[in-house]
T-cell receptor, first 107, second 115 residues
Framework: GIQVEQSPPDLILQEGANSTLRCNFS?????LQWFHQNPWGQLINLFYIPSGTKQNGRLSATTVATERYSLLYISSSQTTDSGVYFCAASGTYKYIFGTGTRLKVLA | GAGVSQSPRYKVAKRGQDVALRCDPISGHVSLFWYQQALGQGPEFLTY????????KSGLPSDRFFAERPEGSVSTLKIQRTQQEDSAVYLC?????????????FGPGTRLLVL
């Protein structure tokens, strides 16, 4: 089955810094999502992006399906960006999650 | 409209007790999923419904776990004779369809602690 790896596992930033989170997947996928899990455990959908590039405010994502990776960019980070970022991928409906990137943004 | 809701948000059970966790998906969403998230890990797939049909239950850890969605909307995940290893966050997600091309939206989860 599909395997999903995320890097880096942990990231500490000063407020205002930019960052790039990476998600590698082992097989071709038809669905890929990026989530932010806040400190209360809620998984917030950031992007549905099986291919291409999308932007939403300070966040953007790019998936290169042929090379089996996706990137999440966070610009001008804020303390509220802290939490765990998950990438999840599937061939059909069963999402396989990576182990996440734990981000802490310092004021 | 309202998102996915789950209840209870927290549940403490004594080992051996039965528990029932409820999920209310987004109205009109055909597909419903249950995931289990252990501490420090990503969610792991448990089971998938399309309307009232349970099409995949390959992720259920044992026959103590049972899920149903009798009318194609609300779903219940039941765990019989709970064990300490069942302690986790149980997440429910729904999507318009279960196939390709649809976003899964997650509820806030039920945090289960088995003592």
């Amino acid at each position: 089955g599909i395997q999903v790896e995320q890097s880096p596992p942990d990231l500490i930033l000063q407020e205002g810094a930019n960052s790039t989170l990476r998600c590698n997947f082992s097989d071709s996928v038809n669905n890929l999502q990026w989530f932010h899990q806040n400190p209360w455990g809620q998984l917030i959908n950031l992007f549905y992006i099986p291919s291409g590039t999308k932007q939403n405010g300070r966040l953007s994502a790019t998936t290169v399906a042929t090379e089996r990776y996706s990137l999440l960019y966070i610009s001008s980070s804020q303390t509220t960006d802290s939490g765990v970022y998950f990438c999840a991928a599937s061939g059909t409906y069963k999402y396989i999650f990576g182990t996440g990137t734990r981000l802490k943004v310092l004021a | 409209g309202a998102g996915v809701s789950q209840s209870p948000r927290y549940k403490v059970a004594k080992r051996g007790q039965d528990v029932a966790l409820r999920c209310d998906p987004i109205s009109g969403h055909v597909s419903l999923f249950w995931y289990q998230q252990a501490l420090g890990q990503g969610p792991e797939f448990l089971t998938y419904f399309q309307n009232e049909a349970q099409l995949d239950k390959s992720g259920l850890p044992s026959d103590r776990f049972f899920a149903e969605r009798p009318e194609g909307s609300v779903s219940t995940l039941k765990i019989q004779r709970t064990q300490q290893e069942d302690s986790a966050v149980y997440l429910c997600a729904s999507s318009q369809t279960g196939g390709q091309g649809k976003t899964q939206y997650f509820g806030p989860g039920t945090r289960l602690l088995v003592l």
